[in-house]
């Protein structure tokens, strides 16, 4: 059997139900960081991405922006989870006659979000490599009371998503701002009971929460933002790499939220979490409920 | 100009020098591990390491060995700083016509070091790729006492190597078993100055304490421990993937070392740290003594 018959998330399944983690470990592989104890009053939240040329960004992209969004996609995956970035370990492999210039500016890009997110670059590893590889390690922090996770859904839950959602494949993939600030005004302001980064695509994502949560949902087309840049809904809500947060929250706070949010990134109202045995739907602009089969962007 | 003619090492440096880092970092890029702050008692130390297929390992390589290294490399760098390691995060890219038996057996490896050093998966990517990379990621933690960084050692000091050195690439770069033990005997019994694991080489390492010490050293050809898979005594200090600890201490413990030595380990005393102005040297079996220009395996 080849890896890809199996499928990226069967495969990660298939390794982690063989894992034993210790009692120091909150969180292992399922979210969108791990989270372990640390002090007192917080915990250290930890993920990381690898990024290959070919499949992530390709050799034509501009350096500075690839380099950007290696670490842009960890911090993305550390504000989801409610916490802050702290320290980064960069490993890379370049082909040795990889022109300076391109090397300078990759870690030029990698350098600028670490200065923008308070991050501190503190090691790394450098290889040769054919292809470009890029692997970035983050380490970040939370209160314990800011944590949120996938799983804290709750029934009646109203369904936010941040920014435009679709057409990332057009630049934005590369060149987008993770969603921290706005994370940490959620999970310091209001209760949030669930939250992910869009990285595999909307529905995939939102159906990671649905799952972990053991809950439905119904969202409607008409209240879901879709970037200009989409080629279409369907493509919008299918496609990954998006890098905005979906998020639940009660109804009592949904108005609240929307009267002081205080940022220019977009806040939509998409939906509401439903009781587990109703499914996971989408009421079209028709009128029409369709079941949703989850589904994202897949590796293999 | 391009990656090869600038060189690894210079180009770490490079990029090390624009880096600005936070007052919670005490040891950045520059040693085998970032030593960051903690509780009040200990550091918490964070490394990494990137394995790309044709370069540190062959796919006729067993896939289980291929795991058991990618994370026994960083296990040995957190024995090196003297402390624990406890949580990884773990970065696959896999073309998605390998056999599932393959990604297997190579998670196989790595839960398998996991668990004999009590390591705790706790997350990770899987990503396409058409060569196989495998990225880890490793927090460990150290009592404050215990930090052992490359920059300690003291003139005088006596220069001591674990196991014996060379011929790496016969298999044992695969299949070593990293210093962790006699790393945590050595600095909770001994006031260790320097310590570093030999990952590039055992003339380049022990460079690396020299250069960051501002020390000199000889060493002595006849007491350094050559394995018997070595093709000679010159590729023996110049290949790297040894993975043993060259450390060093004060003179007065050295005697006591040998004595309480409790390992079956081999440990041998291969020469004395000296002023930096006597430079670095290498006394040969006829007793002539030849100035050594470190130098060891580079990545590009």
């Not at 302001?189 to 439905?216: C, Q, Y």
Request: proline share 2%.
């Amino acid at each position: 059997m080849k890896l890809k018959d199996l499928g990226e998330f069967n495969f990660i399944n298939r390794i982690n139900r063989t894992i034993k983690l210790s009692g120091q470990v909150i969180k292992g592989i399922g979210d969108d960081a791990a989270v372990l104890k640390y002090t007192k009053d917080k915990y250290l939240l930890f993920t990381t991405d690898m990024l290959v040329e070919g499949k992530h960004f390709h050799k034509c992209d501009k350096a500075g922006l690839v380099g950007a969004k290696a670490l842009s996609c960890n911090v993305s995956d550390i504000a989801a989870m409610g916490g802050v970035p702290k320290f980064a370990v960069c490993s890379v492999g370049f082909p040795g006659s990889l022109d300076l210039k391109y090397a300078d500016e990759l870690y030029g890009g990698i350098k600028k979000i670490a200065q923008r997110f308070e991050v501190d670059l503190v090691g790394g590893d450098t290889v040769g490599s054919g292809k470009i590889v890029i692997n970035i390690a983050l380490i970040g922090e939370v209160e314990k009371e800011n944590l949120t996770l996938r799983s804290g859904a709750k029934e009646n839950d109203v369904i936010f998503v941040t920014g435009n959602i679709g057409g990332s494949i057009k630049l934005r993939h590369l060149n987008f701002t993770p969603r921290l600030k706005e994370a940490r005004f959620l999970v310091k302001n209001f209760k949030v009971n669930s939250m992910i980064d869009v990285s595999d695509a909307l529905l995939a994502d939102l159906g990671h929460i649905l799952k972990e949560s053991n809950k439905g949902a119904a969202i409607f087309e008409k209240t879901i933002p879709v970037s200009k840049y989409a080629t279409g809904f369907d493509s919008a809500v299918r496609d990954g790499e998006d890098f905005e947060l979906v998020f639940t929250l009660s109804e009592r706070y949904a108005d609240r939220l929307e009267d002081t949010w205080p940022f220019r990134t977009r806040l939509s109202k998409i939906g509401r979490v439903l009781n587990g045995r109703e499914g996971f739907s989408l009421v079209k602009k028709s009128g029409k409920s369709e079941k949703i089969k989850p589904a994202g962007f897949t590796h293999f």
